[in-house]
């Protein structure tokens, strides 16, 4: 069998938990040696046997960012007949499925790792283009074989949002991790690591992994940590601004922030996978504030460093972090207008920082659950089952 896997991300240029889901599903199926797995992405040539990138059309470059996407689609598109099947991650790869599908006619597979009526704040980085990638997006979510979401919440934001889906046609298969890749190393290199960004390892800390993004939730983690215990550290890995607005925001609340206390570390490059180890690996708890978050990638990850998390109790978060043994899951009540925004965001601070003071007062209870968290993570989420259960939606598709 073979398969044509398109994605705007791949490595080495992954900047958020599709690439790293399309990169671990890759890496599962080809071990199996029985599919060949053909990928297509965007950008840069990648010298990996049976991957194939795309660069932007030069044509484009003056236009608008979701047209330059649209443009890569239809040089990916035509390279996957052949494929007996195609399956595409995101809406930048969407429409290239779906073109391929039609020109071969094989079946095409979307996983939904976020959903654009699900993100209206797109429209402040797109302008008019997040309205070529809703529909883009959708007209490859309604005419796909196949759609697999990462967790049961986003399989039911799936059939809210596209309500003439077939439900038998959407199937969940939650993302993974690699537990070998993603496990606590508190040696000597990797506490130095930690002190080199400006960390004391031997201080408790609050960590948080992610883009800065409205969908992240930062602006309500920068508010709630300003009630922390003055002892407790905020360690930052956030980079990649989706506007200039977001990002100018988070830098107005950072400077208040550490004007009032010390130990707020910023981190705005993206790291090696190692740096981010040690750094959650000498953390006393995770932060995941997101207000829309399908499943989320980075808790397992911490998880898998026997870190605790304190996350929102939305989207697919509560079928990873398990309250009271593997964390804290803060409650939310949002606004029902696709954006997530809290209906009462002083009530969600105050929330996010009673649990965030609730993990750091009590470090033994939050080793507890570090270490029931590395087994949730190992037990439930390897990328092995996650492989094996993606080849049944592809077999159930093609008869």
Known sequence: MRVDILSKEYPPAIYGGAGVHVAELVRALRARGDVDVQVRCFGAPRDERGTTAYPDLAGLADANAAVQTLGVDLAMASDTVGADLVHSHTWYANLAGHLGSLLGGM??????????????????????????????????????????????????DILRSYPSLDPDRVHVVHNGIDAQLWQADRSPEARAVVERHGVDPDRPS???????????????????????????????????????????????????????????????????????????????????????????????????????????????????????????????????????????????????????????????????YGAAGRRRAVESFSWASIGDRTLEVYRSVLG
């Not at 993206?270 to 690996?281: F, H, Q, T």
């Open 107 to 156: 079946p095409h597979v979307v996983t939904a790792h976020s959903l654009e009526p699900m993100r209206p704040w797109k429209a402040e980085q797109l302008g008019g283009g997040y309205q070529v990638s809703s529909w883009a997006e959708r007209t490859a979510y309604e005419a796909a074989a196949g759609v697999v979401a990462v967790s049961a919440g986003m399989r039911a």
């Open 206 to 368: 609050v960590v948080f992994v992610g883009r800065i993004t409205r969908q992240k939730g930062l602006p309500y983690l920068l508010r709630a940590c300003a009630g922390l215990p003055p002892d407790v550290q905020l360690v930052l890995c956030a980079g990649a601004p989706d506007t200039p607005e977001i990002l100018a925001e988070v830098e107005a609340l950072m400077e208040g922030l550490r004007a009032q206390r010390q130990g707020v570390v910023w981190i705005a490059e993206m790291l090696p996978r190692a740096e981010v180890i040690a750094l959650l690996s000498h953390g006393t708890v995770f932060a995941c504030p997101s207000v829309y978050e399908p499943l989320g990638i980075v808790n397992l990850e911490a998880m898998a460093c026997e870190l605790p998390v304190v996350a929102t109790a939305t989207g697919g978060i509560p079928e990873v972090v398990v309250d009271g043994e593997t964390g804290w899951l803060v409650p939310i009540d949002q606004v029902q207008d696709g954006t997530g925004t809290p209906v009462d965001p002083d009530r969600f601070v105050a929330d996010l920082a009673a649990a965030l003071t609730d993990a750091v007062s009590d470090p033994e209870r939050a080793r507890s």
